[in-house]
């Protein structure tokens, strides 16, 4: 009978303990509940714990631009590789042995300076060739002058018919013509003997040696490429529909791979006929590249073959318009984030064209917008997202006015 009485209490005591500790469970996941519930209560929109936690933001002048109307260049996109407008290939013009080549890649070379040398040897020889065989035709022409001079007075006295007179004619004018011809031949040898020194045609570096000194080198083997870097060109491909709003002195502003200024470029040509095919239409831009020649040899010039990007400017139209970072779109509606009373208001807009401010370093990208008055003070988009309601606080100057208080919020680059 104890014994059953203790298993009793046994139980009992450990059904309490269940209690207890099932109740202490159910309390803690009420106690995280509402912890979580009253969360998500002051991070609601328009919540007072979130009005509390984020009421104010402060910006500088420099963070907002004023909604104004701007002239927006608009363009099409052109991109190539540069290369050089003036270029030359020195070739050997004679047959011979390569000899006196010290330029290599990277030299810089004048005009008319001797680059290297074609063995003479042969040539020199076949001059002296060519002069003796003139000379020897040149006492023929002797010879056959004072036979025809003689049988001209036979002639004249009887003593030989006219046509003896003739014979002698047709061989004096036969051997005038051998001698010209040797004198001819002369002239060539001598123009090959000065073929023999190889010069620059053009001043500039020298991109690429083919030769090496010692070889036995044949007629119009390459030997030295020679750029002029001063003046590069883009040939860039437009398509039909492009092609049409392109002229010639428009700009563009290039980003030239591995420099970190872009550079300005202007349409020096337009090919006339669509390529074949493709129906493209070529159009080359100019590059002054002062920094190319030897007399700046401390700048980094711009080199042949770097790949460029860039918009060429076409037109120019008068539109409202934002830059074009400053539009938000993770909203189904685009929008600005637009200052008014000293706080946030989301403003949805209606985008129109796009362009930049302008050809060149200082230029923005911008877009036209519809839904805004002009004046309108927008937040720039390198703030980012702003919650709707917030109210704006300026940065203090050191005078202790607001920057936006003393002067108006900055205008976009034009």
């Not at 500088?60 to 099409?76: F, I, N, W, Y």
């Not at 004018?173 to 004198?183: I, V």
């Not at 123009?191 to 690429?208: A, E, M, N, Y």
């Not at 493709?278 to 770097?306: C, E, F, K, M």
């Amino acid at each position: 009978m104890s014994m059953t009485k203790k298993s009793w209490i046994k139980w009992a005591i450990a059904l309490v303990v269940a209690l207890l500790l099932i109740g202490g469970v159910v309390r803690a996941l009420s106690a995280r509940k509402a912890q979580s519930q009253a969360l998500a209560e002051a991070t609601a929109p328009g919540s007072p714990g979130l009005a509390k936690a984020q009421s104010v933001i402060e910006l500088a002048d420099t963070d907002v631009v004023k909604l104004e109307t701007l002239d927006l260049v608009q363009g099409v996109p052109i991109s190539g590789s540069l290369k050089a407008v003036s270029s030359a290939v020195i070739k050997a013009r004679v047959a011979g042995e390569l000899r006196g080549l010290t330029v290599r890649e990277g030299d810089f070379v004048k005009a008319g300076q001797i680059i290297a040398r074609i063995d003479a040897s042969e040539n020199q020889s076949r001059v002296r060739q060519t002069k003796e065989q003139a000379e020897s035709a040149r006492a023929q022409v002797d010879v056959v002058q004072r036979q025809y001079d003689n049988n001209k007075a036979l002639v004249e006295q009887g003593f030989i018919s006219k046509t003896g007179l003739d014979t002698s004619l047709a061989n004096l004018n036969a051997a005038q013509a051998t001698y010209k011809a040797a004198l001819a031949a002369t002239e060539v040898a001598v123009k090959s003997v000065d073929d023999t020194v190889l010069r620059s045609p053009i001043f500039g570096h020298v991109s690429q040696r083919l030769a090496q000194p010692g070889e036995r080198l044949g007629v119009d083997a390459k030997i030295v490429e020679v750029l002029d870097l001063s003046r590069l060109e883009l040939e860039a491909t437009l398509s039909a529909a492009d092609s049409i709003a392109v002229r010639v002195g428009q700009t563009a502003e290039l980003n030239i791979e591995g420099s970190p200024q872009a550079v300005m470029a202007r349409v020096a040509r337009i090919n006339p006929s669509a390529q074949a095919g493709s129906r493209s239409v070529l159009a080359y831009l100019s590059i002054d590249n002062q920094n190319g020649t030897q007399a700046t040899p401390n700048t980094q010039p711009l080199r042949q073959g770097l790949f460029a990007q860039g918009t060429l400017g076409t037109a120019r139209t008068a539109l409202l318009a934002v830059p074009l970072s400053s539009v938000r779109t993770d909203k189904p509606t685009p929008y600005l984030q637009v200052i008014e009373d000293s706080r946030v208001v989301h403003r949805a807009v209606e985008l129109g064209a796009r362009g930049t401010t302008g050809v060149g370093t200082g230029s923005e990208a911008v877009v036209a917008v519809k839904g805004l008055p002009e004046g309108a003070v927008v937040i720039r988009g390198n703030i980012g997202a702003v919650r709707e309601g917030t109210q704006v606080r300026f940065t203090l100057m050191a005078g202790g006015a607001p920057d936006a208080v003393k002067k108006p919020p900055q205008k976009i680059a034009n």
